[in-house]
């Protein structure tokens, strides 16, 4: 159950993004949210226009019991749901839950991008020099294309961010774009 790099249709993966920012690296983390989430939710629209997947791959924060509702809830909840309403998940959208760093990690994610066709992920989200990077590790080693728009993923660390693109970029084959060159179109 592996995508395959030559073919297949894309999908729009959001990873971490229904955060309550009440964790160790919030102060860091919220700026460089603040400055993604409006390009995001844009990148958002244009998926979901183009009828491109939009799947959200969030922590679960340790709630072993909860589910994407109330992860969303909780998150809408917060003093930092500004962050968290532009973005949110609608009726269509799918969601895997994940309890480490990859979205591959003990989660459905390979059988659910296999599922849909997907041979292209373009990875979103935070935290680029964790999540984001391990997330496209992960999915080169399952012969997925990965493409990573810069301008829609956010970090603690700048200087770790711009390391951490460039081992994707080189290592990964990832393609390292702005947002408004992902074309959901060709999907």
């Excluded at 102060?27 to 226009?49: G, H, N």
């Excluded at 998940?89 to 994610?109: A, E, Q, Y």
């Excluded at 991008?113 to 992960?138: F, H, I, K, N, R």
């Excluded at 660390?157 to 992902?182: G, S, T």
Aim: with cysteine; net charge negative; aromatic share 6%.
């Amino acid at each position: 159950m592996v995508g395959t790099a030559e073919g297949g249709r894309s999908a729009l993966v959001v990873i971490d993004m229904i955060n309550t920012y009440e964790h160790e690296d919030a102060e860091l983390l919220a700026p460089a949210a603040e400055r993604a989430v409006p390009v995001l939710a844009e990148l958002i629209t244009r998926a979901r226009a183009s009828d491109v997947p939009v799947i959200y791959a969030n922590d679960n924060f340790g709630l072993w019991r909860s589910h994407h509702g109330e992860l969303v809830d909780a998150a809408l909840s917060r003093p930092r749901a500004d962050l968290v309403e532009p973005i949110r998940p609608d009726d269509d959208s799918l969601f895997v839950v994940k309890t480490r760093h990859s979205i591959f990690h003990d989660t459905p994610m390979a059988y659910l991008l296999w599922e849909l066709g997907v041979g292209t992920v373009v990875l979103t989200g935070q935290v680029t020099e964790q999540c984001v990077l391990y997330s496209a590790l992960d999915a080169h080693i399952r012969h997925l294309s990965v493409t990573v728009p810069r301008d829609a993923v956010a970090s603690i660390q700048p200087h770790l961010e711009a390391a951490a693109l460039e081992m994707m970029e080189r290592n990964m084959d990832a393609r390292i774009v702005r947002a408004k060159e992902v074309d959901f179109r060709a999907s």
